[in-house]
């Protein structure tokens, strides 16, 4: 697919709007939080996750409450 990962950046960019720049950075698929402490940290990849699970953009994982897991379907 032309474009593909500009497409989907773009889409990582309106997801997570409102996260950019004070406790994420995006590039690509991939994502990097941030914070003062290591549980600021774990606070926000807990929201970033969450995001995730919302918009059904969990590609190729399985969220099943605090464990994750690769989804076999996908390999």
């Given at each position: 697919?032309?474009?593909?990962?500009?497409?989907?950046?773009?889409?990582?960019?309106?997801?997570?709007?409102?996260?950019?720049?004070?406790?994420?950075?995006?590039?690509?698929?991939?994502?990097?939080?941030?914070?003062?402490?290591?549980?600021?940290?774990?606070?926000?990849?807990?929201?970033?996750?969450?995001?995730?699970?919302?918009?059904?953009?969990?590609?190729?994982?399985?969220?099943l409450g605090?464990?994750?897991?690769?989804?076999?379907?996908?390999?």
């Open positions: 697919m032309y474009n593909a990962h500009t497409t989907f950046q773009r889409c990582m960019i309106v997801i997570y709007s409102h996260m950019l720049e004070k406790n994420i950075e995006l590039f690509i698929d991939d994502f990097s939080t941030f914070g003062k402490s290591f549980d600021h940290c774990l606070y926000h990849l807990d929201d970033i996750l969450k995001r995730c699970s919302e918009t059904n953009l969990v590609l190729g994982h399985k969220i605090k464990d994750i897991q690769v989804d076999q379907a996908k390999i």
